[in-house]
């Protein structure tokens, strides 16, 4: 699987530009941090510092404001905000992916919500119901986790359904807008409390044909519904949910980052009174704890870089559905990306000892927050090992990651 990253690098000319956006959004989220804590949301000002570094528009397609974002680019602006604040990189991350999801849309829908500067939300969980009316369908239901939905307009929502071209139950994403909601004020969580994912509720709201996502078809290998106007589309040339689901590994090693610089600077000024009163720094045991917590950074960024390296390579040759075993070590290597991290991030909190658990330090809340991205079921260790494991011995791997 030779891809060139060096060369991938090379063609995104404005990459410098983009991780300064992303730097200048991570510093700005990370001076509401402790009041987004007690709101459980982020402040308005830092999703329009999200729409005003256009971080949503750059995997759209290219006619409709798109660049063709190499997959390294993608992931360092997701890490350089998670170094700030993990939940607002949780956000840009998402808002940079929704916007791809409408390009599988028939041309009225993807011209509607690509033309209405707004930022969209999903829940991905197949749990509406929905009825055909004839013209449309009509959906009702509650989701809970939909990331960003103060800052949003559109809110794609799963379902499982017959559509009028089809023969079959299928898994699409219907999407309506926020005014046709209501939003269940009920994030009240451990962790990511800034994001702000509420739940959403819909009854019997109309939506059009050109507001479904067929999603089930599209990780079959669809492209667009009516006709492939953008044939050289890197989305439409990747297996999708593969994409969808890489940068979850970015938040937490960016979160990671930023942990291990705590622990240093820490360390280095940390005096330790009932070890008559010697400096941590000169201590073998810290020393060892830095030196390993670094090597297993590095492990993950190398396990990161090799996602992207294949999602290069998808994309190199329009593969678009993997094979068991590949599709099952991506989800791997999330599972294992995630669990690491959160023993290292435990590691560093009780390492530093009590003074580390005040909220007004910030590394606990860097914990926490890691403690929830892991929980994400697109990551969860576990299943992730065995459905890896099933495909080595030739099994069926996961039904959906």
């Not at 905000?81 to 956000?91: C, Q, T």
């Not at 929502?157 to 079959?168: P, R, V």
Request: charged share 25%; hydrophobic share 40%; with cysteine.
């Amino acid at each position: 699987m030779a891809v060139n990253s060096l060369e991938v690098l090379e063609k995104t000319i404005n990459r410098e530009a983009l991780l300064q956006k992303a730097k200048e959004l991570g510093e700005l989220a990370e001076k509401h941090a402790a009041q987004s804590d007690l709101d459980a949301r982020l402040p308005d000002v830092v999703y329009e510092k999200i729409k005003e570094a256009g971080f949503q528009k750059l995997l759209r397609p290219k006619a409709y404001g798109g660049q063709n974002l190499d997959y390294y680019t993608f992931g360092d602006i997701i890490r350089t905000v998670a170094n700030y604040n993990v939940s607002a990189a949780w956000l840009t991350y998402f808002a940079i992916i929704h916007e791809t999801w409408p390009a599988f849309l028939l041309k009225q829908g993807r011209d509607e919500l690509f033309n209405s500067g707004a930022l969209m939300a999903d829940v991905f969980a197949p749990i509406g119901k929905v009825v055909d009316d004839g013209e449309g369908y009509r959906l009702s239901g509650q989701w809970n986790f939909c990331s960003g939905v103060f800052g949003c307009d559109w809110i794609a929502l799963g379902a499982i359904h017959k559509m009028q071209d089809g023969t079959d139950p299928e898994f699409s994403l219907f999407i309506v807008h926020k005014k046709d909601t209501e939003i269940i004020e009920n994030w009240d969580t451990i962790g990511l409390r800034g994001t702000g994912s509420n739940g959403v509720k819909v009854d019997n709201v109309y939506i059009p044909p050109h507001h479904v996502f067929p999603l089930s078809r599209v990780l079959n290998g669809a492209a667009s519904p009516d006709e492939n106007y953008e044939e050289d589309y890197q989305i439409f040339n990747v297996p999708y949910l593969a994409f969808f689901l890489a940068g979850f590994q970015h938040v937490l090693i960016g979160g990671i980052e930023r942990l291990i610089r705590n622990f240093k600077e820490k360390t280095e000024n940390r005096i330790r009174i009932f070890n008559n009163n010697t400096n941590e720094k000169e201590a073998g045991s810290a020393q060892r704890t830095l030196a390993e917590l670094n090597i297993q950074l590095t492990a993950l960024k190398a396990l990161a870089k090799d996602y992207a390296d294949r999602l290069h390579y998808y994309q190199d040759n329009s593969i678009r559905v993997l094979e068991e075993e590949e599709r099952e070590l991506l989800f791997a290597i999330r599972g294992y990306t995630a669990k690491t991290a959160t023993e290292m991030a435990s590691r560093i909190l009780i390492t530093l000892g009590g003074n580390s658990v005040y909220k007004s330090d910030g590394s606990e809340r860097f914990v926490r927050d890691i403690l929830a991205v892991a929980a994400h079921p697109t990551h969860q260790y576990e299943d992730a090992m065995a459905g890896y494991g099933r495909t080595i011995v030739g099994f069926e791997g996961h039904p959906t990651w």
